[in-house]
């Protein structure tokens, strides 16, 4: 008998007590917990989005569509980043004012060479107001997973308020579990020391969030 | 289940040498009580939070009720995303499989994300047998590793060890593993944290083979969820060419929908966070991104058996948040270490007894590790009646009575005044002995619901009786302690 076949047998067999017609899924769980937490109106909520990412250590900039070149110019120029990971769907004036080598994210690029990028701008898939969460889905202005990854400063450019969603739940809804998803809330942080927090273990050490009307 | 540690004595013995160890003790309190603060307050912020945790529960249950259906539809989802499943019957065959798995990649080496499933079944030592060397990656886990020790606690393995003993084993010990630790390195956290990024960044940029657990696996579309903080996580599911994921059978939820109770009460609960750092996401494999070959290993390993029991099955519903170590008074004083198993705290006393069957001393001692306080009960995010299945499982080891072991009913025979017996009682007079458990004994009254009419037999009656000793103190227990046992081991 295969393992398979032995592990669903016990199962079945440690089962035994339940009655086939046992409750369908659909009435098994009651969902009458909320859907968001508090009202607020889209202003409020990405306030509110600004305030958690800030409180997990995340830096949070504001700007309007036109003033993003600059800004990200200068983010990248403060940091004395001399070279960007670049998503291949990234909208190109994002960075048409930033002085650095642009590194296009390729499959055959080793974790060697992206150990030497100084910077990684992204964009996202939704943001998580209640929770200070950016999630990313691979997509096309977001790239591979390993981008976001390996480089020591990301910067990410949330669009408000459409990206914004208030709860957990409901950026559920809004994503595709077939994609890779990688939920990122702050900056990388280990508390395995006397539980004190510390920044920036294995993933980047700096997350700058850019929202952007 | 490999996890009773050799030579490991049972709870009492084990406990008693932890509650001398003043390091230990003091290292656990400051833990144990600053998360316990933070998580209360994590959990206020949301309102609806008995909804979640109900939700949480009949989650689980339904899953558990219908693992059956669940497992096969896990296998189409993750074979339909390229993923390839395979069933381990207990921790020997999961080894092998894993051991065979990267065997097959030609690699000597793995980097292995914290699971609980993998120390369960002892992988890195099989691993090891055969020649391969097994990486921790998280920053406890690697203290752990390199401290050649065990890890204590399921959230913060190495929460036993101060800062100054972390140095320590860097200094000594990272040259042996890779890259040393830096000149001069001080016992700040934040040096600390930037030498294990070192050592370990080199690692990471050159594995080919990355190990995993899973918090999740979501049988409507095959996606695994791992919940992390470091990051660590992330470059051993994402780097690697190879990907193994050793996971529980009861991991599985129903739908995508249902990430949406857990991702909201694990946080809170384990780390006292909003959300976590990291939560990575994958369904099978992607085209070039991330790993291009992904297996899956579904492991019994006893749970099958908890599954049959039906007062203890609902420890399977267990997400490993660890909030019920945090508030216990007993795994405050004793330690990690003592309970002999990966799984310690309250839902270890529960789970390592139903997993491995309560045939050594060590097992048959942990339904006694516990004071039934309810505090465990009262924090845990799916509602786990802790205290309900210690009671069932001390019945059981005085009484005996049908059980199952690897799938086939057993009748258990009682424990007659040999070594249970001993370890039960010993274990009871030192839960009575302590003044923290003593302290929470008074509030024992209101909370032991429905196992109130119970008495138990033989030995278990006079650990019932003793019950009510905390009810009629004579003197402050704080002032009593002092008088008979102050300074012995330092208590304050
Ligand atoms: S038993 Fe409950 S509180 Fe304890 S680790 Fe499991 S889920 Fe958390």
């Avoid at chain 1, 809330?185 to 952007?212: F, K, N």
């Avoid at chain 2, 929470?440 to 037999?457: I, Y």
């Avoid at chain 2, 402050?476 to 304050?492: A, C, H, I, S, Y």
């Amino acid at each position: 008998m295969s393992s398979r076949e032995r592990i669903l047998g016990r199962v079945r067999r440690a089962l035994a007590d339940v009655p086939r017609d046992d409750t369908p899924y659909e009435r098994a769980v009651p969902r009458d917990y909320l859907r968001e937490h508090g009202e607020r109106s889209a202003e409020e909520t990405v306030e509110l989005l600004a305030e958690n990412l800030a409180d997990y250590r995340a830096i949070v900039h504001r700007c309007a569509d036109g003033e993003l070149p600059k800004l990200l110019a200068r983010l990248m120029a403060e940091r004395g980043s001399r070279s960007v990971l670049v998503p291949p769907g990234l909208p190109p004036h994002w960075i048409a004012a930033v002085d650095a080598t642009r590194v296009p994210d390729r499959a055959g690029s080793t974790p060697h060479e992206l150990d030497r990028v100084d910077s990684v701008i992204t964009g996202c898939a939704v943001a998580i107001a209640e929770t200070g969460t950016i999630v990313l889905d691979g997509g096309p202005d977001q790239g591979r997973r390993r981008i976001t990854l390996v480089p020591d400063h990301h910067i990410c450019v949330v669009r408000v308020p459409g990206q914004v969603v208030s709860s957990v739940p409901q950026a559920l809804g809004r994503l595709d579990p077939a994609r890779p998803l990688t939920w990122i809330s702050g900056p990388s942080a280990t508390s395995d020391i006397e539980l004190d927090r510390v920044e920036g273990v294995h993933g980047p050490r700096t997350l700058e969030v850019v929202l952007v009307d | 289940m490999s996890g009773t540690y050799l030579g490991m004595p049972a709870f009492p013995e084990a406990a008693r040498a932890a509650v001398r160890d003043r390091t230990l003790r003091g290292n656990l309190r400051h833990a144990t009580h600053t998360i316990r603060a933070k998580r209360a307050k994590a959990v206020t912020e949301v309102s609806d939070w008995a909804e979640l945790r109900e939700a949480g529960r009949r989650i689980k249950d339904h899953t558990l009720r219908h693992l059956d259906r669940y497992l096969v539809r896990v296998e189409e989802a993750v074979t339909a995303a390229g993923g390839t499943v395979h069933w381990a019957a207990d921790a020997d065959e999961a080894n092998r499989i894993v051991t065979a798995l990267v065997e097959e990649t030609g690699e000597s080496e793995v980097v292995k994300v914290k699971s609980m499933a993998t120390q369960e079944i002892g992988l890195n030592e099989a691993l090891e047998a055969a020649g391969i060397r097994a990486y921790e990656t998280d920053l406890a886990e690697l203290i752990v590793q390199l401290g050649k020790d065990r890890p204590s606690h399921i959230l913060v393995p190495a929460i036993h060890r101060n800062r100054g003993e972390i140095r320590d084993i860097f200094r000594a010990e990272m040259s042996e593993w890779g890259r040393p630790a830096p000149e001069g390195l001080t016992d700040t956290p934040a040096e600390l944290a930037e030498a294990a990024r070192l050592h370990l960044r080199e690692k990471f940029l050159r594995a080919k083979v990355g190990v995993s657990g899973a918090n999740f696996v979501v049988a409507e579309t095959g996606t695994l969820v791992v919940v992390e903080s470091e990051g660590n996580g992330r470059m051993c599911l994402t780097l690697p060419e190879t990907l193994i994921s050793v996971v529980g059978i009861e991991k599985i939820v129903p739908t995508w929908r249902d990430l949406e109770v857990f991702l909201q009460t694990l946080p809170r609960s384990s780390t006292a966070e909003r959300m976590n750092p990291y939560t990575s996401m994958w369904t099978g494999t992607t085209d070039e991104d991330g790993p291009r070959t992904f297996h899956l290993v579904l492991l019994d390993n006893g749970r099958t058996d908890t599954l049959a029991d039906e007062v203890g099955r609902q420890a399977l519903r267990c997400i490993r948040c660890s909030a019920c170590l945090n508030v216990c008074p007993v795994y405050e004083r004793a330690g990690g270490h003592a309970y002999g198993s990966v799984y310690p705290g309250p839902i270890g006393a529960i789970l390592s007894p139903q997993l491995r069957g309560t045939g050594s001393d060590i097992d048959a001692s942990l339904p006694y590790a516990s004071s039934l306080c309810g505090a465990c009960y009262e924090v845990c995010p799916v509602a786990i009646d802790i205290p309900e299945v210690l009671v069932h499982l001390r019945e059981r080891v005085v009484q005996g009575g049908p059980a199952t072991r690897r799938g086939n009913k057993v009748l258990l025979k009682p424990a007659k005044g040999h070594a249970a017996e001993r370890a039960a009682m010993r274990a009871a007079q030192w839960a009575f002995a302590h003044p923290g458990v003593l302290r929470t004994g008074q509030r024992l009254a209101s909370r032991t619901r429905r196992f109130h009419p119970r008495t138990l037999p033989g030995p278990g009656r006079a650990w019932t009786g003793s019950r009510d000793l905390p009810a009629v103190p004579a003197e402050p227990f704080r002032d009593w302690w002092q008088r008979t046992r102050g300074g012995e081991d330092g208590t304050k």
